[in-house]
C-alpha cells in the first residue's frame, strides 16, 4: 500500500486498532493493509506498525492542531462522505473482530463492545452537525442498542437457539426500522423505504457473516464480510449525500 507520508507508531498499552484509526484519522482496514503481517486480535507492547493518517491528521508538533476528537481537525468540517465512510468501515471491523472474540472465546470482548460503544457515539457525533441534541442522542442510543442486540445473536447462534435467535433477528430489524424512521423524519432527503432496505440489508448479511464464522466456513465467511463492506459503503455515501444536500437547501453550509 503506497502512502507519502507513513508513520511508524510504537504500540503502547491499551492501543488497538479502532483507538489508532481515531487517533491518525484513517481506518482500520486501512492500517490492517499496511501491516498484512501483524495479528490485529493480539498487538504487543513495543510492536512497529506502519500507518497512514488520513486527511484529518495533523502531526502533534505542527501549529494548530486542535487534537483528537475523532471526528476531524479542521473546525468540524472535513469531508463529510470520507468522515461517514470511516465511522461505519469502522463498525464493520470492530464488529467481525467482537464475532472472531466470541466464537474463539478470547479475553477482549469487553474492549470490543466499549469500542463498538463509542464508534456508535462517532457516527452520532456526524450527524450532530445537523440535527438538534435530542435527535443526536436517540440516534446514538439505538445505535448502541443495535450493537447490543447483534452481541446477542452471536451468543444464541453460538449455542444453538434457534427460536431465540428467530427473535433475535425480528428485533435487530425492529430497531433498525426506527433508525431508519428516525433519520428519514430528521432528514426529508432521506426515503425511509430506502433507509429500512439498507438497514435490513445489514441485519441480513451480519448474520450470515455470523453463521458462517460460527459454523466454520471461513471462505464463505470471509466473501460475506467483502459483501458486507461494500454495502456499508453504499449505505454511508447515501447518508452523506442526504445530509449535505438538505444542508445546501437549508442555507446551514
Same mark, same amino acid.
Given at each position: 500500500? %503506497?502512502?507519502? %507520508?507513513?508513520?511508524?507508531?510504537?504500540?503502547?498499552?491499551?492501543?488497538?486498532?479502532?483507538?489508532?484509526?481515531?487517533?491518525?484519522?484513517?481506518?482500520?482496514?486501512?492500517?490492517?493493509?499496511?501491516?498484512?503481517? =501483524?495479528? +490485529?486480535?493480539?498487538?504487543?507492547?513495543?510492536?512497529?506498525?506502519?500507518?497512514?493518517?488520513?486527511?484529518?491528521?495533523?502531526?502533534?508538533?505542527? +501549529? &494548530?492542531?486542535?487534537?483528537?476528537?475523532?471526528?476531524?481537525?479542521?473546525?468540524?468540517?472535513?469531508?463529510?462522505?470520507?468522515?461517514?465512510?470511516? #465511522?461505519?468501515?469502522?463498525?464493520?471491523?470492530?464488529?467481525?473482530?467482537?464475532?472472531?472474540?466470541?466464537?474463539?472465546?478470547?479475553?477482549?470482548?469487553?474492549?470490543?463492545?466499549?469500542?463498538? =460503544?463509542?464508534? #456508535?457515539?462517532?457516527?452520532?457525533?456526524? @450527524?450532530?452537525?445537523?440535527?438538534?441534541?435530542?435527535?443526536?442522542?436517540?440516534?446514538?442510543?439505538?445505535? /448502541?442498542?443495535?450493537?447490543?442486540?447483534?452481541?446477542?445473536? =452471536?451468543?444464541?447462534?453460538?449455542? &444453538?437457539?434457534?427460536?431465540?435467535?428467530?427473535?433475535? /433477528?425480528?428485533?435487530?430489524?425492529?430497531?433498525?426500522?426506527?433508525? #431508519?424512521?428516525?433519520?428519514?423524519?430528521?432528514?426529508?432527503?432521506?426515503?425511509?423505504?430506502?433507509?429500512?432496505?439498507? @438497514?435490513?440489508?445489514?441485519?441480513?448479511?451480519? &448474520?450470515?457473516?455470523?453463521? !458462517?464464522?460460527?459454523?466454520?466456513?471461513? !471462505?464463505?465467511?470471509?466473501?460475506? @464480510?467483502?459483501?458486507?463492506?461494500?454495502?456499508?459503503?453504499?449505505? #454511508?455515501?447515501?447518508?452523506?449525500?442526504?445530509?449535505?444536500? !438538505?444542508?445546501?437547501?437549508? &442555507?446551514?453550509?
Amino acid at each position: 500500500m %503506497n502512502c507519502s %507520508n507513513s508513520i511508524e507508531h510504537t504500540v503502547e498499552a491499551g492501543d488497538t486498532l479502532y483507538k489508532l484509526s481515531r487517533q491518525y484519522k484513517t481506518t482500520v482496514s486501512s492500517i490492517i493493509l499496511s501491516n498484512p503481517r =501483524i495479528n +490485529p486480535y493480539n498487538l504487543q507492547i513495543g510492536m512497529k506498525i506502519e500507518i497512514c493518517p488520513g486527511r484529518e491528521y495533523t502531526r502533534p508538533e505542527m +501549529p &494548530g492542531n486542535t487534537g483528537d476528537s475523532g471526528i476531524s481537525n479542521n473546525n468540524g468540517k472535513g469531508n463529510l462522505k470520507e468522515l461517514m465512510r470511516m #465511522a461505519w468501515l469502522n463498525h464493520t471491523y470492530l464488529l467481525r473482530m467482537l464475532l472472531v472474540s466470541m466464537a474463539a472465546d478470547l479475553p477482549d470482548q469487553q474492549e470490543l463492545v466499549t469500542a463498538l =460503544i463509542d464508534n #456508535a457515539e462517532e457516527i452520532a457525533d456526524l @450527524f450532530g452537525r445537523y440535527y438538534p441534541e435530542n435527535t443526536v442522542n436517540s440516534l446514538r442510543d439505538l445505535l /448502541v442498542r443495535q450493537v447490543e442486540l447483534t452481541g446477542g445473536l =452471536i451468543t444464541q447462534k453460538k449455542e &444453538g437457539r434457534a427460536k431465540d435467535t428467530e427473535e433475535q /433477528v425480528r428485533r435487530l430489524n425492529e430497531n433498525a426500522d426506527r433508525i #431508519a424512521e428516525l433519520l428519514a423524519s430528521a432528514t426529508p432527503e432521506y426515503e425511509e423505504s430506502v433507509l429500512k432496505e439498507m @438497514f435490513r440489508m445489514h441485519v441480513d448479511l451480519t &448474520g450470515q457473516e455470523i453463521s !458462517e464464522r460460527l459454523a466454520g466456513n471461513y !471462505e464463505k465467511d470471509l466473501q460475506t @464480510f467483502w459483501n458486507i463492506q461494500r454495502q456499508i459503503i453504499a449505505m #454511508a455515501d447515501y447518508l452523506a449525500s442526504g445530509l449535505e444536500t !438538505e444542508a445546501k437547501e437549508s &442555507g446551514l453550509r
